[in-house]
């Protein structure tokens, strides 16, 4: 029997068509007839202008390995490249000035300023965990994390270290005066928290030795309320809820004056359910499951049973809080975060569904088949958004893409024009270099801009692959290009009107163990005038919501806003080296730095399927790598390769070399497949050749490799 069924002249994998029918479309005023005509009417429609769009994208790539070829690096003549990047289109005239008009978002979007957690939406634990991020234990973060030391008496220890936790209701009781300061005396010293009522009217009422005080900002005081047995004040700050919990019953809340034993942060305010870099899904089977897991978020029913410390833990989504507002009135706090869900990009295609027998965009089965899903929303959106991130298109025309097809999807599902948002994520060069006119195609859609700074180093490497060698990927992170890109993403965001109307976000700090160094490098974002930053994990967005309290993020867009925007010459400004400036000791260690990080990555994709892991680097220190990171660090070896700073001879070897050395690092993982026994073997295979081949890969980018290989696995696991 075929695993594809006929619908309105496509091929549909059965999986596919049984998720949709049966799975989504059930409760909703969408017949099967309706989406099939619908699908098919815009994958005909579209798929033209996808295949030229990527056409274009070949075409301006080899213009500019021309460019070079003739004139060097951009160095070399920086007016003559600009102009020669307009007179190829690559440059487009910018729109005269505007404000972005969207309408009906949520106020996690418009009005609130906060982390914003990324999280692989196949993996139904961490999702529903990433989910449910909105709130977070800050005695947990800084117990748990660098950002109290792990040296000496306060180290953490194998059981519960009192000396520890002392720290923690120290460093937690800082934060408090810093942010709800007392009219007298200091957090630390207080000896009751207290609702006092007095007529239609309740006040928080606070004790320490000294006598009663009071929080200076009485209006910071917004509800409270008794849950399980403890009670709970909720106070506001920046548009921030913090929650002091008062258990005199439990272990911490035991040892303290008045009884807190947690203080609760708002934390992720939004998270990505990610589709796209951090999952690994290469057919109908993958692609259903990571829908599947969607269409739970939106409708309420997502839940995970597993393992963890000895038990069985069911994982659901969580409640909403319900507290007394100090006036009588109900208080309620979401208790989830906003979900936005980050489709694909335009380049993929996939076997899912066949058009004329080839497989159609891979993007276009996104956009229909997530907002299909999100039309269940039952606990999202307060406006009836649906909030789509689009990662990697090359420039305003494909903006303009995006949103056409985002158009198409709201006519077929009968949806009102401009449901769909678009989160333009600023990670390609040709858009960062044309972002107000990107911004502008989607003027009546945008949600946010943000800076993908890892899939943009990945592309400036490989946009200036003839350019000449780059530098060491940590050095190419320190250059004027990447500061300019930064900036101009923040003041032309601010220039169309995107505060208080939308998100300028910033990118993903991949470094998952290290929250001391984030919590110093991150300020650094709000204070930049970004209402929202990535952060990998539940923890991280618990510990960067402190930077929210500490900064206003409108104040610090105000004063930015009449700054001058970088030029295009800073932006094309990323240097190469003189080939021979580094000694063989450094490129060895860099092209070992690479090639770890390629296979600890590649290793898992490819065997197991898994999107995004944490690898550690040649300094042992734990990194966050996902297809972005991967993009980098194969971009950078094929640079080098293309110089001649490295041989072929000795990217295998190397490769072969520390294909031993990720082996030792995963030997505990009962599915973990050895590479050093087999240098033929798929996994080994994909990621030589995404060093080897890295030049010749559509603008760098690692899925076409990576999904051929899975793919085979998988094939081969079946049979
Ligand atoms: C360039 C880009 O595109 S960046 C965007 C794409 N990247 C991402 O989305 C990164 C998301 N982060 C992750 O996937 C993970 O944090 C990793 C892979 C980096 C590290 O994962 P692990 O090695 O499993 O982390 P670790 O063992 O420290 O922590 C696991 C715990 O943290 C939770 N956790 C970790 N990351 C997340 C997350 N992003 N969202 C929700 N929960 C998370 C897990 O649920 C788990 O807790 P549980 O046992 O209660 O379920
Ligand atoms: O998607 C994010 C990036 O940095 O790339
Ligand atoms: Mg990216």
Redesign the pocket.
Same mark, same amino acid.
């Given at each position: 029997m075929s695993d594809y069924q006929t619908k309105s002249g496509l091929s549909v994998h059965s999986l596919l068509v049984d998720f949709v029918e049966k799975e989504v479309l059930p409760g909703l005023e969408v017949s099967a007839e309706q989406f099939w005509s619908g699908f098919a009417g815009m994958v005909a429609e579209h798929a033209p202008t996808n295949a030229s769009l990527l056409a274009k994208r070949d075409a301006m790539q080899s213009q500019i390995d021309d460019w070079h070829h003739k004139y060097g690096p951009v160095s070399s003549n920086p007016q003559g490249y600009e102009f020669f990047l307009r007179d190829i289109g690559y440059l487009v005239p910018e729109p005269a000035d505007f404000t972005i008009e969207t309408g009906g978002l949520d106020p996690e979007i418009t009005t609130l300023c906060g982390p914003q957690l990324?999280v692989p939406v196949s993996n139904a634990r961490y999702a529903l965990n990433a989910a449910n991020a909105r709130w977070g234990s800050l005695y947990d973060a800084f117990y748990g994390t660098d950002v109290i030391s792990r040296q000496g008496d306060i180290a953490p220890g194998k059981s519960y270290n009192p000396a520890r936790g002392a720290a923690v209701v120290d460093k937690a009781a800082s934060f408090l005066d810093n942010t709800f300061p007392l009219s007298a005396g200091s957090h630390r010293d207080v000896t009751a928290y207290s609702v006092v009522e007095a007529g239609d009217s309740a006040s928080l009422e606070i004790t320490t030795a000294a006598g009663t005080t009071a929080l200076k900002d009485a209006a910071a005081f917004v509800g409270h309320a008794t849950n399980g047995g403890k009670f709970e004040i909720v106070l506001r700050h920046n548009g921030l809820h913090v929650i002091l919990v008062i258990d005199k019953g439990s272990v911490i809340g035991g040892t303290h004056a008045a009884g807190l034993s947690d203080v609760i942060m708002e934390s992720a305010l939004t998270t990505i359910q990610d589709c796209?870099?951090s999952v690994a899904a290469v057919d109908a089977e993958d692609k259903v499951g990571v829908y599947r897991n969607w269409l739970g978020l939106m409708n309420g029913t997502l839940q995970d049973t597993f393992e963890k410390g000895g038990k069985q833990v069911t994982r659901k989504l969580k409640q909403d809080g319900v507290y007394t507002a100090p006036d009588g009135s109900e208080l309620v706090l979401k208790g989830r975060a906003l979900l936005l869900v980050?489709n694909v990009g335009h380049l993929m295609t996939t076997d899912a569904v066949l058009l004329d027998g080839k497989p159609i965009g891979e993007g276009l089965m996104d956009a229909a088949v997530t907002v299909l899903c999100a039309m269940q929303d039952k606990v999202n959106s307060r406006t009836g958004a649906v909030y789509i991130v689009k990662?990697?298109m090359h420039g305003p025309e494909e903006v303009a893409f995006a949103c056409a097809i985002f158009g198409s999807v709201e006519k077929m599902l009968g949806l009102a024009p401009n449901t769909v948002k678009i989160g333009i %994520?600023d990670?390609e060069r040709r858009t960062s270099a044309n972002l107000k006119a990107a911004i502008y195609e989607a003027r009546q859609r945008v949600f946010f801009i943000?800076?993908?700074?890892?899939?943009?180093?990945?592309d400036e490497i490989h946009t200036a692959m003839e350019a000449g060698p780059v530098l060491r990927k940590d050095e190419i992170k320190n250059e004027r290009w990447i500061a300019s890109y930064e900036d101009r993403n923040v003041l032309i965001g601010l220039a169309c009107g995107l505060s208080g109307r939308a998100q300028i976000g910033k990118? %993903?700090w991949a470094r998952p163990d290290d929250m001391a160094a984030m919590m110093e490098a991150k300020g650094g974002h709000p204070n930049s005038g970004a209402n929202t930053a990535?952060v990998p994990s539940p923890t991280a967005a618990t510990l960067h919501a402190l930077h929210y309290h500490q900064i206003d993020v409108f104040a610090a867009q105000h004063r930015r806003h009449n700054e001058a925007v970088p030029g295009l010459t800073a932006l094309f400004s990323m240097p190469v080296q003189a080939p021979f400036a580094l000694s063989r000791e450094e490129i060895t260690r860099e092209l070992e730095n690479n090639a770890q990080g390629i296979l600890g990555y590649v290793v898992r994709w490819v065997q197991q399927g898994v999107g995004c892991s944490k690898v550690p680097d040649i300094n042992n220190v734990g990194l966050m790598e996902?297809r972005?990171?991967c993009?980098i660090s194969s971009q950078a070896v094929a640079n080098w390769l293309r110089h001649g700073l490295v041989s072929r001879d000795e990217v295998t070897a190397t490769f072969e070399r520390m294909a031993t050395v990720v082996d030792k690092q995963n030997e505990s993982d009962p599915l973990y497949r050895p590479m050093a026994e087999n240098f033929q073997s798929v996994a080994f295979r994909a990621a030589l050749d995404l060093a080897l081949h890295g030049a010749d890969q559509p603008s760098g980018y690692t899925e076409p490799l990576l999904h051929a290989a899975r793919r085979k696995v998988k094939v081969r696991d079946k049979s």
């Open positions: 990324v796209e870099d980050r990662p990697k %994520m990670e943000n800076t993908g700074f890892l899939d943009r180093t990945g990118g %993903m990535w996902d972005a990171t993009r």
